[in-house]
């Protein structure tokens, strides 16, 4: 078990924010999770706590799990062995999740992927309000007025009578994070959310995530973006080979990391 | 004299009414055979895709005798045209099956994923999301197969559908003149595939236009 989420944070002036709820149960545990491609591990066994209104950066390079790792937490990928508990829900990974059981974990997590995955056929209002309408069971009223609100949070109320593919990269990830948001999930989980953007519209992405940390949302960030990780989250988990090889509060863990493996990580990234 | 062009022209009805009854139920059927196909339960998948290609492997003349004078005079009795509908519409489920499936694919894992992590469950991920979007790949192929399927009911005059091949056959034997009879006949089929055709790539184009990715 980690209990790295107890530990004492950097509070720095102007360095990230520190943890609130030191006492308060994890939201998301992990135990032991492992998922397996045919002969290649991707996920080895990890064990991993979250609290509610924690922000975790995950990082890594590539193949090292993370997006895996992050997949089984909502499952869409299933992992082989361990147990994920989100809330009050549990899944064990021997047993198939049964519909209402799967249908609990989603509704909790909240899910931004690297590739936007928004409906091309649906304008951006009908891409928010859809899942408040057959998930939520909102009248299409109340959904649509909910998504505007969204919407201008994520300063895209201009936006919501266009079709996705009228909106940039940048856009477009905003249109995620509020169709994410209306599910009014506990945690969000971002898989590289900036990746398949330039770096300016990737800041306009970050800039929108940053103020959802400060609202006080739970994340989990998959990122190769190791200052807004470094600012933004308040832990960083290293990953390499299916495995965490670090874990700690974000600026110690940046600037003065205790594995080799960690070590290695960071100055090939950060003297690109 | 009787003339041969109004007696050919009485089987347009009949040969649209094939076409339309026919590709009707294989639309309608196509679904669930894709859907079957598609499915995660291993014996439904099987039985699926046993009768996508068991149809496929059988000329339509082969299966039409088999309607209609197997199940037709031995279980049920069928006119030719029920008959034809059934073997036509039986064996446009399979294309058409093949062809839903195709489109299913092309929607892609991300939307699929996107649909799954918005908990909105198969049956809308199916209905908001993945149809509406396999749609407007299908359709292309779904009208060249109607098409096809308009040529193809020429082969319920082999079972007496008094449609326009077999109207073709009795006024080319009436007049002792094959020639005229024939190419009038092509021409026929022609004018009725272009304004398809054509409507079909207009429907398109309104579609794509709408969403450009």
Redesign the interface.
Known sequence: MSDHADSAPSTAAGGPRPIRHTNAAPLIRLEGVSKHYGDLVAVDGVDLSVHPGQVLAVIGPSGSGKSTLLRCINYLERPESGRITVGDIRLDAGTPPSRAELSVLRRRVGMVFQSFNLFPHLTVLQNVSLAQRRVLGRNREDAERRSADLLATVGLADKAHQYPSRCSGGQQQRIAIARALALEPSVMLFDEPTSSLDPELGLEVLTVMRDLAKAGMTMIIVTHEMHFAEDVSNEVVVMANGRIVEHGPSRELMRNPKQERTRRFLSAVLNR | MWSYPAFLVSGLPWTLSVTAGAFAIGALIGLPVMLAEESTFAPLRLIARTYVNLVRAVPPIVWLFIVYFGVGSDLLRLTPFGAAVIGLGLISSAHLAEIYRGGMISVGK??R??A??????PV?GFI??MA??AV?VALPPSAGYAIGLLKDSAISSAIGVPELTERANEAAQATLTGLPVYVALAAIYILMSVPVAWLARAVDTRLRA????
């Open positions: 991300g939307q994923e996107a799954s992590a918005l908990n909105l469950g809308y908001d999301v509406p979007q407007r709408k969403v450009a990715r």
